[in-house]
T-cell receptor, first 111, second 113 residues
Framework: NAGVTQTPKFRVLKTGQSMTLLCAQD?????MYWYRQDPGMGLRLIHY???????AKGEVPDGYNVSRLKKQNFLLGLESAAPSQTSVYFC??????????FGPGTRLTVL | KQEVTQIPAALSVPEGENLVLNCSFT??????LQWFRQDPGKGLTSLLLIQSSQREQTSGRLNASLDKSSGRSTLYIAASQPGDSATYLC????????????FGTGTRLKVLA
C-alpha cells in the first residue's frame, strides 16, 4: 500500500515548456486535489476532483489544467510554464471531506 | 473570504517545555479544522481533526481546541521533544460540500535538546 505517490520528485523547466505531473493513489479515494506551496503563503488549492471524470477549479487555477481519466490518477498539466509557477506541488486524496492524505511533493523550478 | 493566520511564524523552545501554537480564522462558518505536521522536504501528515460541533481532540501528547465563535484554534504540545521539530499547519474547510481546505502559513517549531 503506497498511499499517494507523485512523479517526478524534481523538475527544472525553461519558460514556455510544458509538462505533466502525475499523482497516483491506491486507496480507492473519490476525491483528489492539487496544491502549490510557496514560501510564506501556505498551501493553495489549484484544482480538485470529486470523482473519476470530474474536475473543478480551486483558488489558483490559472495556467494549469487537470484530468482524472482514471479514479486512481490525477494529472496536473502546465501548458506554457512561467517563472511564477516555480513552487512545490502537492497532491492529496481523501475518502470524504475530512482527512486528506498527501503525497511527498514535486519541486518545480521554471527558469 | 476566509483567511487563516498562524502566529508565531517560528518558535524555538528547550526540550521538555509545554507549548501552544495558535491558529485564527476570519469566518466562523466552518465545517471542520485540521492540524497537520510537515517535515522538511516531505508532505503533510494529519495530526488532529476537529469537527465544527466539537470543542477539542486529543492524541497522545497533542491536544487541539476549537472556539468557533472567536475564530480560534490552539494546538497544545505537552513535554516537547526534539522529534517534534517540524512545521505545523492548520487548515479549515469552509463549509460542507466545498471540498476545499484553506491553509494557514504554518508555525516552524524547533525543539532544542
Amino acid at each position: 500500500n503506497a498511499g499517494v505517490t507523485q512523479t517526478p520528485k524534481f523538475r527544472v523547466l525553461k519558460t514556455g515548456q510544458s509538462m505533466t505531473l502525475l499523482c497516483a493513489q491506491d486507496m480507492n479515494h473519490e476525491y483528489m486535489y492539487w496544491y502549490r506551496q510557496d514560501p510564506g503563503m501556505g498551501l493553495r488549492l489549484i484544482h480538485y476532483s470529486v470523482g473519476e471524470g470530474t474536475t473543478a477549479k480551486g483558488e489558483v487555477p490559472d495556467g494549469y489544467n487537470v484530468s482524472r481519466l482514471k479514479k486512481q490518477n490525477f494529472l496536473l498539466g502546465l501548458e506554457s510554464a512561467a517563472p511564477s509557477q516555480t513552487s512545490v506541488y502537492f497532491c492529496a486524496s481523501s475518502p470524504d471531506q475530512d482527512t486528506q492524505y498527501f503525497g511527498p511533493g514535486t519541486r518545480l523550478t521554471v527558469l | 473570504k476566509q483567511e487563516v493566520t498562524q502566529i508565531p511564524a517560528a518558535l524555538s523552545v528547550p526540550e521538555g517545555e509545554n507549548l501552544v501554537l495558535n491558529c485564527s480564522f476570519t469566518d466562523s462558518a466552518i465545517y471542520n479544522l485540521q492540524w497537520f505536521r510537515q517535515d522538511p522536504g516531505k508532505g503533510l501528515t494529519s495530526l488532529l481533526l476537529i469537527q465544527s460541533s466539537q470543542r477539542e481532540q486529543t492524541s497522545g501528547r497533542l491536544n487541539a481546541s476549537l472556539d468557533k465563535s472567536s475564530g480560534r484554534s490552539t494546538l497544545y504540545i505537552a513535554a516537547s521533544q526534539p522529534g517534534d521539530s517540524a512545521t505545523y499547519l492548520c487548515a479549515v474547510t469552509p463549509q460542507s460540500g466545498t471540498y476545499k481546505y484553506i491553509f494557514g502559513t504554518g508555525t516552524r517549531l524547533k525543539v532544542l535538546a
